[in-house]
């Protein structure tokens, strides 16, 4: 009986630090660092649609005169 009730203590003293080092992910670093991980990809995500934009933007092709309206009909014929 007496090593049953001293292995039991030993086993809850043993246990001790296991139980402790799991609540990790509450540290002020960790923390800190998922923070900083989700700012990178909410960053990279406005990044790739600003630059999708610009690639349909500069996909369509300009057809646009601004110096028509000061042109004369054959000004720019010859």
Known sequence: ???LVASA???AILSGPV???????DDP???QEREKKQQ??????????TL???RKESDTPRNNDPWSNMRGQ???KR
């Open 1 to 3: 009986m007496r090593k």
């Open 9 to 11: 203590i030993m086993l």
């Open 19 to 25: 139980f402790a080092q799991q609540s990790r992910d």
């Open 29 to 31: 670093i960790m923390i």
């Open 40 to 49: 990178a990809e909410a960053l990279d995500k406005q990044y790739k649609k």
């Open 52 to 54: 999708d934009q610009t």
């Open 74 to 76: 054959n000004d720019g």
